[in-house]
Structure formats: C-alpha cells, structure tokens
C-alpha cells in the first residue's frame, strides 16, 4: 500500500483515518470540493455535478470510500432525505465510473455503509447476512451498497464496512451527550436499555486499513466492538469519565419522536450487532469494552 485515495477526507471518521495511514508511511490524497491550490493530495470532485479530476488516480493503489451527507446533521426534511441518499449514490459512481475509463492501478477498494441497514430494531445476535429493513436508513444503505457492487464488477476487492456509533471526541454519541454531561444534563434515551453497536473510532480506521491490505478477506463486515453497550451505561460513562452528575430521568421516547420527527426513531434503535465475522479473518480490536474506550477518549 502506496499512496491511498480518501473520499470523506474531511470528516470526523477520514481526519483519524488520515492520521492513522501516514503514521504508517502511507501517501494519504482525498477528494474534496474545495482542494487548496497549495496541498498537493488534494484533488476536486463534485458528485451533484459528476465532476472529478482523475488526476487522483495517479500512483494510487488503494480507495477508502466515506464520503456521505451527515445522517444527524439536520432534521430529514424530504429535501435532506434526498441529499443524504444521492450523497451517495452519486460519490460511489462518480469514482467508480472514472475508474472505468481511466487507467489505474487500484488494489482494493474499501467501503462505509451502516448498521442502519439492519432496522432499528433488529432481533437476536445480528449477523451480516440478516436480512435488510425496509426502513429509510436500511434502504440508503441497500442502495449504497449495491452502487459499490460496481468495483467488484470490475474486478477491483471490495470490502463493506457497515459502522456502528463511532466513539471520538471530536463528534458524534460522546460530543453530543458530553455538551449535555458537561451541565450536569446527560440522561439515558428511551427506557436506556436500547443497545448501542459502538466502536472507538482508532479501531474503526485499523479495519479500514486491515481489509485494504488484506484483499483476500474482501466481503462485507460489521464495524462494531465485540462487546455492545445499553444507551444507558453508554451515557453514565460519559458523565462519570467526565466527573459529571448524571441524576436526570429518561428522555421519553415520544418526546423525541415530536423533536426530531422520524430521526428520533434512529435514537431510540436497540441493535445487538455481531463481530465475529471481522475477528475470524484475523482483525483484532483495541477497544473491546465501552468503558475502556470512554475513559480513553475523554482521559
């Protein structure tokens, strides 16, 4: 693995797995819109218009594809719903088709998709060939992965990585409840029981870089800790590694529901998300308990 090509570059999730990959001796590029004239590694795309600068291909051998509207950055008007879903659909075949008429050398292409997929509510021990919902996130999910289909059709090892509720403190679950925790505000969703698919976003971004050098183990893989936690205990670490008091009652569920419409329903998912199948190809996780990786992230 030579130089890797990040779509999503600029995220949460892309800044961490950049970081990761140079400390590793790897030349990082990532697509952006809006590319600096003085970084180099930068290259334009612009999905909505299908337009991309197939000088990205040049000396790259390996894709981490991320790139996708934020699924909780605004409320899921139908317009949003929409750019959430085209985000993606739009990102994979704009690449995809470049690779098609352009020469490259691409060893493996790598991936996001979500749990989501699964419905909110998912019974027993998921496993990755549970059946998809039929639900708005599992439908964006379907599609997105099947648009990524098209790398495997040309040959090119593709591997999936459906992603949990990535734990960083730069965004997401932990930043959201630690604004609330920081007030002495934090308080479980729901009944608190819902079990959360976690994952520390260093062991998110070590399976990325696993199944990029490992094209052998190309398939679809849930990217989750071995061990879920409830939205309760999830939330009382958080408060406790921030020597906060967590006293407040559960946020009912129709209150969410009347606030956040149907991504209040997203909330209140309780998904008990396996990851045996990633362990089994070899891939082991730093993090396997939330409370050692809260107390990481916040120490």
């Not at 099947?146 to 932990?174: D, H, N, T, W, Y």
């Not at 608190?192 to 679809?220: A, T, Y």
């Amino acid at each position: 693995m030579t130089k890797v090509i990040i779509s999503g570059g600029s995220g949460n999730v892309g800044q961490h797995l950049s970081t990761l990959l140079i400390k590793q001796g790897i030349e990082v590029g990532i697509l952006t819109r809006n590319p600096r004239k003085q970084d180099k590694n930068a290259y334009y795309w612009n999905p909505d218009k299908m337009e991309i600068d197939p000088k990205f291909l040049e000396g790259t051998t390996h894709i981490f594809h991320l790139a996708g509207a934020g699924v909780a950055d605004k409320k899921w008007t139908s317009s949003y719903k929409n750019e959430i879903l085209e985000s993606r659909i739009q990102g994979t075949r704009l690449i995809a088709q470049t690779l098609k008429s352009h020469s490259h050398q691409i060893k493996s292409v790598v991936s996001a998709s979500a749990v989501g997929i699964y419905g909110t509510h998912p019974q027993g021990l998921v496993k990755e060939e549970y059946p998809a919902d039929t639900n708005f996130l599992a439908d964006v999910c379907v599609q997105w992965e099947k648009e990524a289909q098209a790398f495997a059709e040309m040959g090119i090892p593709l591997s999936i990585i459906r992603i949990g509720i990535v734990l960083s403190k730069e965004g997401g679950f932990i930043k959201e409840i630690g604004k609330l925790a920081n007030y002495g505000l934090a308080a479980p969703l729901g009944n608190g029981k819902m079990m959360v698919p976690w994952i520390h976003v260093n062991d998110l971004c070590r399976m990325f870089l696993f199944l990029g050098q490992h094209p052998e183990h190309s398939g679809i893989y849930n990217g989750v800790a071995p061990h879920p936690a409830s939205n309760a205990a999830l939330t009382k670490f958080i408060a406790k590694a921030m020597n906060r008091p967590m006293f407040l009652p559960p946020v009912p569920g129709f209150m969410l529901k009347l606030m956040m419409g149907e991504m209040g329903g997203m909330l209140l998912s309780d998904q008990n998300i396996s990851s045996e199948k990633i362990q089994e190809v070899g891939f082991g996780f730093q993090f396997m308990h939330a409370e050692e990786a809260v107390k990481e992230i916040l120490g």
